[in-house]
């Protein structure tokens, strides 16, 4: 089989190696020239872990490509799959930015040769891929096609092995057709009984948003627990373990922190706020969760300004972690944009070190002073600030800290460390819904 993936984004360029990997031809296009001159070259224009060997592998095997020429792509594939960007837009009144995905449609249209069937991989708000089918069918009476939503659940950092082993495909269409196609394209998932659920158009468009709206709404929650956590003198994590343990709750995304970041559930939640505002049902739980989580980024910079005894003025102050979660270099709505410029406000300097986002981080935040490593960072600061948790600080030498700090002091806003061994080693330790502010 032969498959197209429009825009070589983060989303995009997975799919299409891992599509490749299963044993397709694709060819991934992209407007960007600078970008496909640079995956011709085998080099990654974002940063996650076994992408790199994955396209090396299946583009030396013949089976991945590159290229500009949407035209030629689309011509020859039975499915093309649009992986365009679909912004939050704030000019937009939250609403997502179409007018990648539906410029994209024309393009398609008409490039189109044969039956194709059309594939929306973008995250698109309901309703979308009846515009795309009417967009496309516009322009090209002549040819049958078929618009499908075929979502994606692929968290970065973790995105080959959630495509490759996910819990499920979905797949909205009305057509008989598509879903054959559909099937033999996720044929090896299908082999591994993996479920594919069959939809109609707007049900599985739908059931994106809700599931990332979903996943936000538990760690909304507990964050919102390790708050009262925090005032009564428990311990989040223990009730994250006793809820968690209930096998209707799970206990995936349940660990309290700054607030979710990423280029998708601030984004999502809200988009999924206005499409139902706009049918007349607001989402109060779902709203609740939006502001929710905006004033915890806010109030974070608060909590590590209490840990100071109040203020930073004047102090300096290291950071660890800049990136919205670890093993990515996306710096999108991190918590870090809104923690350290409110530190830098309150007269904080800050040194930071991130192993994949300074590069990102620099373009945003230049006014920090960015380090080669975590001990670098660490130097005559007046407190350490933990912002991601990359496993690479989760065992740093509690001694050579001592020795690096002019003060001891440690706020961990994810919770990497056991408060005791922190305390014992004589640091003032904050961290989220443990009661550990103070020293041992
Ligand atoms: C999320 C979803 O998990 C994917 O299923 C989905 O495909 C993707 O969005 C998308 O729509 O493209 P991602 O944004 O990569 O994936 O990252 P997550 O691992 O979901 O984390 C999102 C944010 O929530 C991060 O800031 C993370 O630190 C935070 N988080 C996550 C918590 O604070 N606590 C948790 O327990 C889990």
Redesign the pocket.
Known sequence: MRIAVIGAGY?GLVSGACFSEFGIDVVCVDRDENKVALLQRGQMPVYEPGLAALVKSNAEAGRLSFTTALHGAVAEAEAVFIAVGTPCRCDNNGHADLSDLFEAAREVAEALRGYTVVVIKS?VPVGTGRKVESIIRATRQDIPLDVVSNP??????SAIHDFVRPDRVVVGTDSERAREVMRQLYRMLYLRETPILFTNLETSELIKYA??TF?SLK?AFINEMADLCERIGTDVCDVAHGIGLDSRIGHK???P?PG??????PK?TLALVHTARDHGVPLRIVETVVDMNKSRKKEMAGRIIAACGGSVSGKTIAVLGLT??PNTDDMRESPSLDIIPALQKAGAAVRAFDPEGMNEARKIMPDILYCPNAYETMKGAEALVILTEWNEFRSLDLGRMRRLLKELIVVDLRNIYDPSDVMQAGFQYTCIGRSSNKTL
């Open positions: 989303v995250t994606e659940f692929l968290r970065e950092g599931a990332n996943l760690i995304f349940l660990h922190g979710y970041g990423g280029s998708c559930f999502d919205f979660k």
